[in-house]
Each structure stands twice: as C-alpha cells, then as structure tokens.
C-alpha cells in the first residue's frame, strides 16, 4: 500500500499508541511527537501515548515530549491502532508487546530492510525520512505549527540538513511547505543538528583524537568501550553526531562509529560516500538502513568486528 489516510483508519479509536525504534534518533522521535499531534488536534477524546526509551533531549523543545513514557509498563487494555514509525517489528523493542495486542497495526518507514509487520504498511525507501512519509499522508488543512515544526525536525535530521543523497526534489518542495507554517525553522535546526552538550563535546574529542584509519586511510573508525563510556557517564543519545563528523573528514569513503552494548557486542553506526552502499553491509549483520547511513548490531572484539565490516567494504571498494 502506497498511501492512506490516517485519521479515516483511526475513526472510532479511543487508545491510540505509537513507538519507534530502540535508541531512537530524530527522525524517530520527531515522527512520533508529530503523529501524536495530529491525531490529538483533529480527534476528539482519544487517548494518544508514545512510548520510547531514552528519546534524546536535544528535542525537548518539540511539542509533546515531556509526555513521552519512556518506559514500558504493562496494559492489560489492548489498544485501538498501534503505529509502529521508523522501523520494523524487531526494532519495537519494548513496544512489541503493545504491537501484538493492538486490534490495529500501522506501520510508517523508509527503510529498504523493512518487509512490512503490520497489518497496513506504508514503506517507501525511496522518500528520505519518515516525517516526510507522513507529512504525505497527512491531510494539510489540519496540520498546524507544531505538526510541521515536528515534521521538518525530522526531516532536517535524517537528510544532514539536506545534505545525503536520500534528498530529493520533492523533499525540499515538502519542507519548503512546512517552513510556511510560521516556525523558526534555523533556531530549530541548530537545536537539533549543531548543538551539543559539554559531555557530547567530550566524548566526540575522545573518539576523534582516537580515531584510525584503515584500508589506505579510505576508512576510519572509532569506538567506545564499557569502560570509557563508564568513566564519562555517556547514555547513547551522547553518541550523536560522531559517525558524521568521521565522515566529514577529507578523503573518507566509510566512516564506523562503535560502541559497546554489552560483553563483546557492539552498536555499529556506518556513513559512506557515494562509493559504498553501506546498508548492503548493515544488511549482512541483521542491521539495515540507507545507501549512505546504516547500521547494526554485531558480536566478538572490535578487532573482529572492523575485520568484517574491513571484508565487506572491500568487496564494494574494490569494484
């Protein structure tokens, strides 16, 4: 299913959820407190919550997300429609449980790995985020501010400021239309793309300073162990911003960002230039993504990891 209209699928509901993925990032939190929105302006007496762990707090300003529940209580009561953005079933996380008792599922996203869990899928890896997605499913007479101020934090976010080749014609057509709405939309964008806390700034320095470059220095990548991330009190919404900044560096084609999750486990965040389709990589280790932003999870030493990740670079680099 290309499209549909939303607040038709939800005529009737009382107890709307919506969640994103684990670890969420802009474009997931941003969906999620837009969605909610609209939905709570044009409903009347409907129960809209979003569940999400750790949503980052550079988008605290965003309408809606002091009443993100972050946590995952039990709830004997199913709800009415269940929306799942940003992601697929497995990346639900504590949500799932949610997602399975819902006498409704919907599913938004804009990865190509997502094969559609929910009962009505709108995927479209084509479009470059899932806010844009679902500014294309909204019906714009009943979109107010905080709707496109939500949207367009999104959008700016999961394109690099419109920067990665996800950016399409119509995506700076969709966020020209939500700038209309009235917001300050370079306040919003350096809030949520530029500006970092004193601890973000640190452990950046940290993962630049220790940063190494591999296969010809085409690549580099940094990690952050259990240990480092104890000493400095990092949660990893602390982490945003490092695989890019790697990724800016002059003459990269891949740029790897780590950080340990657990005993030998590893989150994997991966950027590339027009040369490698990292989520092709992402891919070969249950992870997922775009052409030039993916990621995963993967166990073993960061030595292993990297000599994988170093082999399946290689086959793309090498062509």
Known sequence: MSSINILKECEGAKKIGISGHIRPDGDAVSSCLALRRYLMI?????????NLEYPPSIFSDLWGYADIIQDFPEDDEPYDVY??????????????KYFDKAKKTINFDHHVSNEGDAMINIVEPEIASTTEL???????????????????????????????SCTSPDTMRRAADLIEYGFDFSKLIKRVFFEKTYLQSQIMGRCMMESVRFMDERCIVSVVDQRTADFY??????YEGIVSQLNNIRGIDVAIFMYQIAPQTFKVSLRSSEKVNVAKIAMNFGGG????????????????????????IAEQLDK
């Open 233 to 238: 009190g990092v949660k990893p919404k602390d």
């Open 83 to 96: 929306f799942a953005l940003d992601c697929n079933y497995d990346r639900l996380g504590g949500a799932q």
């Open 134 to 164: 679902l500014y294309k499913n909204m019906e714009k007479d009943k979109i107010d501010v905080e709707v496109a101020k939500a949207l367009y934090a999104g959008m700016v976010t999961d394109t690099g400021i419109f920067q990665y």
């Open 289 to 312: 993504g775009h052409e030039r932003a993916a990621g995963c999870e993967m166990k073993g030493t960061f030595h292993d990891c990297v000599n994988n990740l170093s082999d399946k």
């Open 42 to 50: 044009n409903m009347d007496g409907v129960d809209v919550r979003v």
